[in-house]
């Protein structure tokens, strides 16, 4: 390796993903793996220990989740390209790490060229996202319901109108606690917070209000509640 090298460090849980990672990375002249990481908290420690160009991170992590594991790296050394590598394809995922910082969010199954071509354009201060990713924020930035939706509900966090969001898709709060990283008390209380704020009395309720905004599945058949996610309860 040479000093132009660019130095990574993988944070993945998954020893069979990250073997793969660090395989991709071998084959490159200009990359150095140079640490891994098998859990949010480590990774944050052997970034600031380390020092690499890039970060290649996985999102559901042990510990400290991805998200706020980058959020913490780049508060640290902002310096630190941090590249999401998740199987999570959402749009609060996604938005969740740009917002955090991340210069690159890749979906797993990526290609190796792609994986490498992310490493090397975030080195360079780019930010970069998978084709799939791509797409998913051109037609989110590209449609109106999002800025319809923040005007109905202005009285609510950004956090609450994602939580409405996920409600009105039918979404369990198990299933938003995964999907948001949030504990289950933490989830409950947003919903509460919901509630009053729009002034409904149930879930049932809050979903119609959702949806006469636009938010939630299209079409009958999407609208069923999933298997878990016990109706249209209160919370």
Known sequence: MTDESIRVLIVEDHPLFREGLAA????????????????????????????????????????????????????????????????????????????????????????????????????????????????RIIRYFGSGPPIAVASQFAELTTREREVLELIAAGRSNPEITRQLFLSPKTVRNHISNIFAKLQVADRAQAIVRARQAGLGPSSPADRRPSADSGGLSRQ
């Not at 052997?46 to 510990?63: F, G, K, R, S």
């Not at 780049?74 to 390209?81: A, F, K, L, Q, V």
């Not at 749009?91 to 797993?108: E, H, I």
Request: glycine content about 10%.
């Open 24 to 135: 991709i990375l071998a084959g490159a002249a200009d990359v150095e793996l140079v640490g891994m990481a098998a859990n949010g908290r480590e990774g944050i420690n052997l970034a600031t220990e380390l020092q690499p160009d890039i970060v290649l991170m996985d999102l559901n992590l042990p510990e400290v989740n991805g998200i706020d594991a980058a959020r913490e790296i780049m508060r640290t050394s902002p310096h630190i390209g941090v590249v999401i590598v998740t199987m999570f394809d959402d749009n609060d995922s996604l938005f969740d790490a740009v917002r955090a910082g991340a210069r690159g969010y890749l979906l797993k199954g990526a290609a190796s060229e792609e994986i490498l071509r992310s490493v090397r354009a975030a080195a360079s201060g780019e930010a970069i996202f998978g084709a799939p990713v791509a797409t």
